[in-house]
């Protein structure tokens, strides 16, 4: 089993009401279990004109392999309306493999530690609610250096 850490995000349809299918989802999977997730976070949008985002991260034990647990989250996207219109369009749901285990992985379909992470308060800051302080991602980056060098602003804990 694997400790891996999934980032969750909607702003459309209920935001918060698909974050909490979306959690009910993951509960769902074979050889997984969901151990802790964070408070839910309002955020703008990373495109303008679009609606505020809600975010959460959810810490995961999974026997799965990481492209058969990213193939279950592109399915539960889909059951819940995503479609993949444009990059970073709005989304009913955006479900990502942020971390997985002590991995790094770096394969067309899926690059973990998550590539942007390091840029959004909205993934840093609720990972930081579910790791001990002196969390250290697989690429050996400090998570409180990540959390130094990206401030708490346009966050709402909701």
């Not at 193939?71 to 369009?89: F, T, V």
């Not at 990972?127 to 980056?141: H, I, K, T």
């Amino acid at each position: 089993m694997e400790r891996v850490y999934i980032g969750l995000g909607s702003n459309l349809d209920e935001p918060q009401s698909q974050l909490r299918s979306a959690l009910d989802a993951l509960r769902q999977l074979p050889e997984t279990q969901v151990t802790a997730v964070s408070a839910f976070y309002g955020s703008e949008s990373l495109s303008p004109g679009q609606p505020r985002y809600t975010n959460a991260v959810a810490a995961l034990e999974t026997g799965l392999a990481p492209l058969a647990l990213l193939d279950s989250l592109q399915a539960i996207e889909a059951a819940q309306g995503r479609e993949r219109k444009e990059r970073w369009g709005p989304r009913t749901l955006d479900l990502d493999i942020l971390l997985y285990g002590d991995q790094v992985i770096d394969v067309p379909r899926l690059k973990v530690p998550h590539y942007h992470m390091q840029a959004r308060p909205f993934v840093l800051y609720p990972l930081a609610e579910l790791v001990p302080e002196s969390f250290v991602l697989a690429d050996q980056r400090p998570l409180a250096k990540l959390l130094a060098d990206c401030p708490f602003v346009g966050l709402e804990r909701l």
